[in-house]
């Protein structure tokens, strides 16, 4: 016999990490009462909401050359992917500056975390139309104490969490050809306060440079024009271990831990064709919106994309992957790009993205909601202009209106 809606719901919740059947029928009937909300916990969450006051304290132009700056969309006020500058006033040509960090899957295993970074920064350079031949990097690392001793007598398992990002680092960047230039350490990252230890998670702060052929032709992650078409670059898999939904689980009281499966590159060589592809099918100006789907999963990017757009999206995200619904709409695997492309570049865009998985999702719609389902099962159904106030009001210092 067929599941009903809520039946599947519940034995997908409660395959997350330390639910049992009751916690996941309580959270189901909330999620089922409370379209409106389910996104707000997240957005608002200090790892995800809006830092725009803080990152306006700085200069984010160099010599009026910026293409596509810190922040984008209606109001650029969305941080952008990656950052594009010309390299000369007479030149269309550009560099490439993008980031990864993700310190809490160290909680589960730092080879897994470094590896997500990495590809995470890769994606970034691929979302604005870098080339991925042409990317080099610089490796930051902020760790804990790893020598052991008598205020370190846990020195020697930091050490070996250093040693597996190390092992890390050096797969991946020999696998996606990416040459360290530069880098730093630093590994005395320990306090002691009120006589207790605080130290920080390990953590690998992954800086990407690339090629841009033509600043002309990039693509922001913001949604432009009602009626794009909106797609699911890459597979969502059943990887919801340290994600932020986890968190925010535990944090709540509603789980018990934060375990499960870490995203991993299972199959790096096969992102890189869907990269390669990606990328010039926004050179060639077949796509004007990109946005890396990492923290937060599809969720979250969806809702970064509508907040940048100040417009609404109609979205299905039954068809990306075998993984259960949460995973789908709350997971974060890696190797994954949501875009959005005119009508007129739909099928240009899905001839050129042949072999490599591609699902349509939904379309930019002009209105003021972004509505998710799975199938006939609604999810989300959530003013744009609510989630502007909840994703910017944590960190609001302004004293004044958003």
Not at 140 to 153: L, M, R
Request: proline letters at 4%; hydrophobic letters at 35%.
């Amino acid at each position: 016999m067929e599941q009903s809606p809520i039946d599947k719901l519940i034995n997908d919740i409660s395959k997350l990490p330390g639910l049992g059947r009751r916690s996941a029928q309580r959270i189901a009937l909330f999620l089922l009462k409370n379209k409106d909300k389910n996104l707000s916990p997240l957005i608002e969450s200090l790892n995800l909401c809006s830092r725009e006051y803080k990152s306006r304290m700085y200069d984010g132009e160099v010599k009026g050359l910026s293409v596509v700056k810190p922040f984008v969309g209606k109001k650029s006020d969305v941080p952008s992917d990656a950052t594009v500058l010309r390299i000369d006033y007479e030149s269309n040509r550009g560099a490439i500056l993008a980031e990864g960090i993700n310190p809490w899957y160290s909680d589960l295993d730092t080879y897994d975390m470094t590896a997500s970074v990495i590809d995470e920064a890769v994606r970034k350079i691929i979302a604005v139309g870098g080339d991925l031949k042409r990317i080099a990097i610089l490796d930051n690392f902020c760790w804990p104490d790893p020598v052991e001793s008598e205020k370190t007598p846990d020195g020697a398992y930091k050490l070996a969490q250093l040693v597996r990002s190390c092992k890390a680092l050096y797969d991946y960047t020999t696998l996606y050809k990416t040459p360290a230039i530069s880098g730093k350490d630093s590994c005395k990252n320990d306090s002691t306060r009120g006589g207790k230890k605080i130290s920080i998670p390990p953590t690998l702060l992954f800086s990407l440079f690339g090629d841009h052929p033509d600043v002309r032709n990039t693509a922001t992650s913001d949604f432009k024009n009602a009626g794009d078409k909106i797609y699911l670059v890459g597979e969502s898999l059943d990887e919801l271990g340290a994600s932020e939904v986890s968190f925010m689980l535990t944090e709540r009281g509603q789980s018990i831990g934060i375990g499960g499966n870490v995203p991993g590159l299972t199959n790096p060589e096969k992102l890189f064709k869907s990269y390669r592809s990606l990328s010039s099918a926004i050179n060639t100006g077949l796509v004007k919106t990109a946005h890396d789907c990492s923290e937060g999963g599809i969720g979250v990017a969806l809702a970064e994309m509508c907040i940048g757009g100040r417009i609404g999206a109609t979205i299905d995200i039954d068809g990306t992957g075998d993984s259960s619904l949460w995973a789908r709409l709350w997971g974060e695997s890696l190797g994954r790009i949501v875009v959005a492309v005119s009508p007129e570049h739909e099928a240009k865009f899905l001839e050129s993205m042949s072999g490599s998985i591609t699902t349509y999702l939904g379309v930019v719609e002009d209105s003021d909601t972004l509505a998710i389902v799975d199938g006939f099962e609604s999810l989300i159904d959530v003013q744009v202009s609510d989630m502007v106030q909840s994703w910017q009001g944590t960190l609001d210092m302004s004293g004044g209106e958003l």
